[in-house]
């Protein structure tokens, strides 16, 4: 289903956050995203992000709190492919990611807030379906996010019904 951020935040004033985007750039290939939020706290370590990709359902948006740290990767090429073969929409990242010139090849939506070579440790630590805050949003699992070229809007209703 199509839509746009702007007319979403037209239609529903007072339902959604619009998040702060000039903190996010934009990495996949796929500009328009939305869908069911799932979320994942880590720090500088991708093994806990990785399951969460595995076990995601289709259509959801996986939000990494990654304490914005831009020591190291917590997404590359790998992951991102991993996360077209369980049909995840898209990867909003706070944090690094890295391969970015094959990652932007990949038809799935990918913002971060920048990149880096270094590939993160794969321990396994953080915390998963909890709430954070990034961007001037409140993330909470369940939540529906909507992204295209104009913005990140975070509802708690899906607003495509």
């Known amino acids: 289903m199509s839509f746009h951020t702007s007319q979403l935040c037209d239609q529903n004033d007072g339902q959604i956050v619009v998040a702060e985007s000039s ?15 799932v ?30 740290s831009r020591r190291s990767a917590l997404i590359g090429a ?24 094959m990652i932007k090849q990949l038809d799935i939506g990918v913002m971060a807030i920048g990149t ?10 953080g915390e998963t379906d909890i709430a954070f805050h990034f961007a001037s949003v409140d993330w909470k699992p369940g939540q529906y996010v909507y992204v295209d070229q104009d913005g990140v809007v975070v509802s708690d209703e899906d607003l495509l019904q």
């Open 23 to 37: 903190l996010l750039q934009y990495y996949g290939n796929k500009k328009a995203f939305s869908g069911r939020v």
């Open 39 to 68: 979320t994942v706290k880590v720090y500088e370590d991708y093994g806990l992000v990785k399951k969460v990709i595995e076990t995601a359902e289709e259509g959801s948006v996986i939000v990494i709190h990654g304490s914005g």
């Open 78 to 101: 790998e992951l991102a492919q991993l996360s077209i073969e369980k049909k995840v929409s898209g990867l909003i990242i706070y944090g690094c990611i890295r391969d970015s010139e």
């Open 116 to 125: 880096i070579p270094v590939l993160s440790s794969c321990e396994g630590s």
